[in-house]
C-alpha cells in the first residue's frame, strides 16, 4: 500500500541522513518530493538515491533555513512546481561544538544553532501552514531530539533548540485546530541516530566511531542505536492519512531511553 500516494512533501534538510532516508520512503510511498539542503551535493546524491530505488524524479533547491527570503524563494518554487503542497518535514538542523560545557558556549554559536534549528522550524512550519490552509489542509513533522528531554555533556544549545521545536509544534498544532485549518503538526525526537553527522560527533567524543556507537547504544533499554529509516517510517505515518487524528503530538523513537 502506497501511504501517501499522490502527496507533495517538501523534506529540508534533505542531504543528511534523517532527511535523505524520510524523502525516499515517502517517494516510496507514492509521494511527489521537494528536497532543499545548504549542500547542493547532497541534495543531488539524495534526489539520485530516490531516483534510483523509486525511479521517481525529486526536484531540489538549495536553501538557507534559516532566511525568510529563501523560504519565500522554496515556497514560490513549489508553487509554479505544484498545484497543492500537504507534507512538510522540517528537518534541517545543526550541532554545537563537541565537548563544551555551557559556559563556554560562545552567544554566535548559540544564536547560530538556535537560527539553523528553531527559527528554520518555525519559518517552515509558518510557509507550511500558510500553503494548507486554503487547500484542504496537511501534515507538517518537525524534527525534534531527545536532547529536549534529557541533559548532556555538551549540548545545552542543541538540547534548548529542540525544546523550542517541540512547544512550537504544540502551539502550532493548537492554533491550526483552533482555526479550522486542519493542518495536522506533530514532532518526531530520535535518540542517538546513525548518521555520518552523529558518528562523528560520538567519535570526536569517544575517541572512535565504534566505541561512539557502543557507548550510544548502551545508553538505551534495547541496545541498539536508531537508525535513519526508524525515523523514516514514524514520518510515513505522521505524512499519511492515517494519522488523521493525532496532532501537538511528540513521537520519541528512541529505544526507551527517555522512559528509564
Known amino acids: 500500500m502506497r501511504r501517501v500516494e499522490g502527496k507533495t512533501v517538501l523534506v529540508t534538510g534533505g542531504a543528511g541522513g534523517i532527511g535523505g532516508a524520510i524523502a525516499l520512503r515517502l517517494a516510496e510511498h507514492g509521494a511527489r518530493v521537494i528536497l532543499t539542503d545548504a549542500s547542493k551535493t547532497g541534495l543531488e546524491e539524495t534526489a539520485a538515491r530516490i531516483a534510483a530505488v523509486t525511479g521517481a ?59 539553523v534549528n528553531l527559527d528554520g522550524a518555525f519559518l517552515g512550519t509558518r510557509s507550511g501552514v500558510q ?19 534529557l541533559g548532556t555533556k555538551a549540548g545545552a544549545a542543541y538540547g534548548a533548540s529542540k525544546g523550542g521545536v517541540r512547544a512550537l509544534t504544540v502551539q502550532a498544532a493548537i492554533s491550526c485546530a483552533n482555526h479550522g485549518y486542519d493542518v495536522r503538526v506533530n514532532s518526531i525526537s530520535p535518540g542517538y541516530v546513525r548518521t555520518p553527522m552523529m558518528e562523528a560527533r560520538l567519535a570526536a567524543e569517544f575517541g572512535s566511531k565504534e566505541e561512539g556507537l557502543r557507548a550510544a547504544a548502551s545508553r538505551n533499554p534495547l541496545g541498539r542505536v536508531v537508525e535513519p529509516d526508524d525515523v523514516a517510517w514514524g514520518a510515513v505515518y505522521l505524512a499519511s492519512d492515517e494519522s488523521r487524528m493525532i496532532t501537538a503530538f511528540d513521537l520519541v523513537i528512541d529505544g526507551g531511553m527517555v522512559r528509564t
Request: hydrophobic residues 45%.
Open 131 to 149: 500553503a494548507m490552509k486554503s487547500t484542504g489542509g496537511g501534515s507538517i513533522i518537525n524534527i525534534a531530539s531527545t536532547a529536549s528531554y
Open 57 to 115: 524524479e525529486a526536484h531540489v533547491h538549495t536553501h538557507d533555513v534559516s532566511s525568510e527570503e529563501s523560504w519565500h524563494l522554496v515556497m514560490a518554487a513549489v508553487g509554479h512546481a505544484c498545484d497543492k503542497l500537504d507534507i512538510v518535514v522540517n528537518s534541517a538542523g545543526i550541532f554545537n561544538t563537541i565537548g563544551q560545557p555551557f559556559d563556554a558556549i560562545p552567544y554566535a554559536e548559540w544564536r547560530e544553532i538556535m537560527a
